[in-house]
């Protein structure tokens, strides 16, 4: 998961001065000014908590304890990384960070542990877990350190993603272009990987089951949930990727899905089929409609109640403009594409009609046109 995809609350915000500045969301690049991540300044921080480190071509920090395990991950990025650049013409410098719950927490909720985290827009850093036995839907006779090693390949992706503008024009498209070269590379190098990857799973049945609900609420669909999309993304970048040019590929993907360009997921897979003829019939259920339910907004209350739980819903801004909006009492900006909103329960999320959504326990959506 690459920390590029949330347009977040302080996002938002800015975009209003954006707007003032431009004059749309769309200014002379033609790139949607909504797109720049937020900046944690993950490098920083995980330079401020002094841990040992390992040189090299990809440099290393580790938690006490680690060495063994930074070293791996350190040679299995470093040869990922050789392979996608001579696959794909170019270069990007990689920072690892291979740490324990005990110091990701230190790290201060850039990530959560042991959801692996790139940040191609904060210092090209990966942040690696030591384990992903803690992680819910897994499968107890599946080899995870196996699956952990094809993650570190996906996120590796997620960089070179940003490099080669394959950014996509919605958030299940940022998650399968970096699966897509991950994918590439363990079929021609490391295809046990795949093989462990796609049976890790513990096979209980998911309550979202659509790539337009990861589009919508994105990390709302929970880990156990989100980790299943993520191992059904592999499933089709197979499909997509077996038997294919990797370098042709991703050039009629920068032509289906050119850089500010939002898409709807239908949009989206349309396009796919363009390059991959079947991919729509081989996802299924994956490409059909989202599950979640549409949002009737109602009238505003003049008071609120809210409490620590927080709640979800996604918001399809179908027009072809920026729309502004009132998030409990801020003011921000929603761009065209999709928006992953969340807040504490109760609180309201005020439309340009004037009516008001209110943050619940149960995720829905709303499109705006």
């Known amino acids: 998961m690459p920390r590029t995809t949330l347009l977040n609350k302080s996002k938002r915000v800015a975009l209003i001065l954006e707007l003032l500045i431009c004059g749309s969301l769309f200014c002379s690049s033609g790139r949607a000014q909504g797109t720049p991540a937020p900046t944690p300044n993950a490098f920083n921080r995980i330079v401020s908590l002094h841990l040992p480190r390992l040189g090299g071509t990809i440099p290393v920090y580790y938690s006490d304890?680690?060495?063994?395990?930074?070293?791996?991950?350190?040679?299995?990025?470093?040869?990922?990384?050789?392979?996608?650049?001579?696959?794909?013409?170019?270069?990007?410098?990689?920072?690892?960070?291979?740490?324990?719950?005990?110091?990701w927490k230190r790290v201060g909720g850039i990530a959560d542990y042991p959801m692996a985290e790139a940040f191609p827009e904060d210092g090209n850093i990966i942040i690696m877990p030591d384990s992903f036995a803690k992680f819910p839907g897994q499968n107890p006779h599946a080899d995870l350190d196996k699956k952990l090693d094809f993650i570190a390949l996906h996120e590796t992706?997620?960089?070179?993603?940003?490099?080669?503008?394959?950014?996509?024009?919605?958030l299940f498209m940022q998650e399968f272009s970096a699966t897509m070269l991950a994918t590439a590379y363990t079929l021609a190098l490391r295809p046990e990987l795949l093989s462990d990857t796609l049976h890790s799973r513990n096979g209980v049945k998911q309550?979202?089951?659509?790539?337009?609900?990861?589009?919508?609420?994105?990390?709302?669909?929970?880990?156990?949930?989100?980790?299943?999309?993520?191992?059904?993304?592999?499933?089709?970048?197979?499909?997509?990727?077996?038997?294919?040019?990797?370098?042709?590929?991703?050039?009629?993907?920068?032509?289906?899905?050119?850089?500010?360009?939002?898409?709807?997921?239908?949009?989206?897979?349309?396009?796919?089929?363009?390059?991959?003829?079947?991919?729509?019939?081989?996802?299924?259920?994956?490409?059909?409609?989202?599950?979640?339910?549409?949002?009737?907004?109602?009238?505003?209350?003049?008071?609120t109640q809210s409490g620590n739980a927080i709640g979800y819903f996604g918001v399809r801004n179908a027009s072809s403009h920026g729309v502004v909006v009132i998030d409990d009492g801020v003011q921000a900006v929603?761009?065209?594409?999709?928006?992953?909103?969340?807040?504490?329960?109760?609180?309201?999320?005020?439309?340009?009609?004037?009516?008001?959504?209110?943050?619940?326990?149960?995720?829905?959506?709303?499109?705006?046109?």
Not at 72 to 98: F, M
Not at 361 to 368: A, H, K
Request: aromatic fraction near 10%.
């Open 65 to 103: 304890g680690l060495k063994a395990l930074a070293l791996r991950d350190q040679a299995k990025i470093a040869d990922c990384s050789s392979w996608y650049s001579g696959q794909l013409h170019v270069s990007v410098p990689v920072t690892l960070a291979v740490l324990n719950e005990v110091d």
């Open 157 to 170: 992706g997620h960089l070179y993603q940003k490099a080669v503008h394959l950014e996509g024009p919605d």
């Open 207 to 303: 309550p979202y089951t659509s790539f337009e609900d990861m589009d919508l609420i994105y990390d709302g669909v929970g880990f156990d949930n989100y980790d299943w999309f993520q191992v059904e993304t592999v499933r089709l970048a197979v499909f997509f990727v077996k038997g294919q040019d990797l370098g042709e590929l991703v050039r009629k993907m920068q032509a289906a899905f050119p850089v500010g360009r939002p898409m709807s997921n239908e949009e989206v897979f349309r396009s796919l089929e363009g390059i991959r003829p079947g991919i729509t019939a081989e996802a299924g259920a994956l490409a059909r409609p989202t599950t979640l339910k549409p949002i009737v907004p109602a009238e505003c209350l003049s008071a």
């Open 334 to 369: 929603l761009p065209p594409g999709y928006t992953s909103e969340q807040g504490k329960v109760g609180t309201q999320f005020k439309l340009p009609s004037g009516r008001c959504i209110t943050y619940s326990s149960v995720p829905g959506y709303i499109v705006l046109r």
